[in-house]
């Protein structure tokens, strides 16, 4: 995590957040993902259905989530390979067409036009909020990598880490925390 270009993407996503993260919120280990032909990653979110449990620096357990995701492309020599958002609709879908050179298109699921997705470019990034005010998942965003067609895609997640209270319950209760209700978390159970 020295890195300095780590360092420098994990400053410019800290400044990004604003408000939405508090300075004692740290991010999870950016995780480095590299795609080949026909590689891809399925459906899935980045939120967990349940908060995860992490131990502070003074010892205290906290129930944390990823409230937010980055996916920074890092290399772009590849053909296809879009990150892909089923759910998400853009209010102007004819917008899409030509627009953006393809950077940003319409999705396509079982032949039908569905969604969004993003062409990975070098030095751009695609950014999502995965919980609501009240620590809940948004299953709009479930996403996918679709697969990369010739070349190489290589990319970095950043998740930053939200605390919604003490396991103990401590100075904070755990009220208002999402819990599964039901969803495993999973685009298809």
């Not at 131990?55 to 906290?62: H, I, M, N, R």
């Not at 990369?148 to 997640?157: A, H, S, T, Y």
Request: proline content about 6%; charged content about 25%.
């Amino acid at each position: 995590m020295n890195d300095p270009l780590v360092l420098c993407l994990l400053s410019r996503a800290r400044k990004f957040m604003g408000s939405m993260l508090l300075p004692s919120e740290p991010f999870s280990i950016p995780q480095l993902v590299r795609y080949f032909p026909s590689q891809k990653y399925d459906l899935h979110t980045d939120f967990w259905p349940e908060h995860q449990i992490t131990s502070l620096e003074d010892g205290k357990q906290v129930y944390f989530n990823r409230i937010a995701s980055f996916f920074v492309f890092l290399r772009d020599n590849c053909t296809e390979g879009y990150t892909y958002f089923p759910l998400v609709e853009t209010s102007l879908p004819n917008i899409l067409d030509g627009t953006y050179n393809d950077r940003i298109a319409q999705g396509e699921m079982n032949g039908e036009a569905k969604g969004i997705k993003f062409k990975p470019m070098q030095g751009n990034a695609v950014f999502w909020v995965n919980l609501d005010k009240d620590g809940k998942g948004d299953r709009r965003v479930v996403h996918a990598g679709l697969p990369v067609n010739e070349g190489e895609k290589i990319g970095l997640n950043i998740w930053p880490r939200k605390y919604f209270g003490y396991v103990d319950g401590g100075d904070e209760d755990r009220e208002g925390m999402a819990t599964k209700e039901g969803w495993s978390g999973r685009w298809k159970d």
